[in-house]
């Protein structure tokens, strides 16, 4: 269906009344309505069948909506710097600095644990661990008896238990 005045004309109180009833606002509908002609609009001038115009318009609107509702809940705080101290909003424990260095320390310690292993064996564990093969097909990748792939992720596994241990245990060293 080509865009033409008439379609235009043919939804648009319509799909405004929509909008009214969802924002209770004549304003924000009518620009809720512009927006959604627009989006429309633009999909049908690219090339996109529209076959239902009227529930597309308001998918469009409701969408819109949504989008809207989350910026304003968004925008809806308060000025940190008026908070008390005692509110201020806390930063996860991830996100503090201490905690970010403490993860990559451990993560270099159990690389370096990975890295210490015989060349096969770190092969092996490594597609196991990061690629995650199964033992068969690391057998057959390496050439290697699935025995031999078992015995390489045993000792990888206790090298990083190992790694773990020494991590907790020297706590202050990270």
Known sequence: MAWT??????????????CLRKVKNPETAADLVQDSFVRVLTMERAGQAILDPRALLR???????????RRAAIRQHEDLD????????????????EQACAAIQ????????????PTRCREA??????????????AERM?????????YIS????????CREALEAAPAAR
Do not use: W
């Open 5 to 18: 005045g008439n379609v235009i004309t043919r939804y648009y109180r319509e799909l405004l009344q929509f």
């Open 59 to 69: 998918q469009v609107a409701l969408h819109l909506k949504i989008d809207m509702d």
């Open 82 to 97: 008026s908070l008390p101290e005692t509110e201020m909003p806390a930063v996860p424990a991830h996100l503090q600095p």
């Open 106 to 117: 451990s993560a270099h310690a159990y690389l370096e644990a990975i890295d210490s292993l």
């Open 125 to 138: 564990f490594q597609l196991y661990a990061f690629e995650g093969l199964p033992n068969k097909e690391i």
């Open 143 to 151: 050439g290697i008896s699935l025995s031999m792939v078992n015995q």
């Open 155 to 162: 000792r990888g596994k206790l090298a990083c238990a190992a």
